[in-house]
Every structure is written in structure tokens, then in C-alpha cells.
């Protein structure tokens, strides 16, 4: 079982910045990808940005250049830096990280966090 915690969610004014932090904990071999999807009420999840174990990222396009995605795979950790932020980007965040348990596994297995809240006021 793998565990992903959170950090780093709350309340800021439009332009604001914040950074989001995960940590994944468990049976991990390797972690590839990591990424942060975000929520809002009635609307299906949808990909924030996602970065592999070599770093390749990728982004939605609307957040390309103002969110910034990183990992450091000794941590097991991503984290998601998010600059003049806007309105629209309310939302609850979740990580997720697609996880081989053992050397030997044959398949991987996909966790997410509990998510955190993003505010941001106009």
C-alpha cells in the first residue's frame, strides 16, 4: 500500500503564489509518473501537470507557463508551483502517482491524495 500526502493548499489573492508539495510513503520500487489533477464541483477531474522519473513534463495548455512542476525522485515527492494565480484556478488539487511496488512487478498501480484545497480571491 502506498500513502500520498499532501501540503502546502489555502487561501491567497488573485497574483498570489503558492506551492503544493506531495510525498508518497510505502511499497514503492519507482514512481512514474507523478502529477497534480485538480477538481471543482460538478466537473470531472482534469490533468494539471504531470512529470515522469526522467522529468519530461507535460502540461494543460491553459497553465503552461504559470505552473511549474518538479519531483525529486530520492523523496519520492513532487511539487507544484503555482504563480499568479487566478480565480479559475479554485479548486481542490490532488496528487497522483503511478506506482511499480517491486522490481518484479508486472503491473503499476495508481494512488491519489486526499487533496488540497486551493482558494484564490478575487
Known amino acids: 500500500q502506498v500513502q500520498l500526502v499532501e501540503s502546502g493548499g489555502g487561501l491567497v489573492q488573485a497574483g498570489g503564489s503558492l506551492r503544493l508539495s506531495c510525498a508518497a510513503s510505502?511499497?514503492?520500487?519507482?514512481?512514474?509518473?507523478m502529477g497534480w489533477y485538480r477538481q471543482t464541483p460538478g466537473n470531472q477531474r482534469e490533468l494539471v501537470a504531470r512529470?515522469?522519473?526522467?522529468?519530461?513534463?507535460n502540461y494543460a495548455d491553459s497553465l503552461r507557463g504559470r505552473f511549474t512542476i518538479s519531483r525529486d525522485n530520492a523523496k519520492n515527492s513532487v511539487y507544484l508551483q503555482m504563480n499568479n494565480l487566478k480565480p479559475e484556478d479554485t479548486a481542490v488539487y490532488y496528487c497522483?502517482?503511478?506506482?511499480?511496488?517491486?522490481?518484479?512487478?508486472?503491473?503499476?498501480?495508481?494512488?491519489w491524495g486526499q487533496g488540497t484545497q486551493v482558494t484564490v480571491s478575487s
Open positions: 512529470i515522469t522519473s526522467g522529468g519530461n513534463t
Open positions: 497522483n502517482a503511478l506506482v511499480r511496488p517491486t522490481s518484479t512487478s508486472r503491473t503499476d498501480i495508481q494512488y
Open positions: 510505502g511499497r514503492i520500487f519507482s514512481i512514474n509518473p
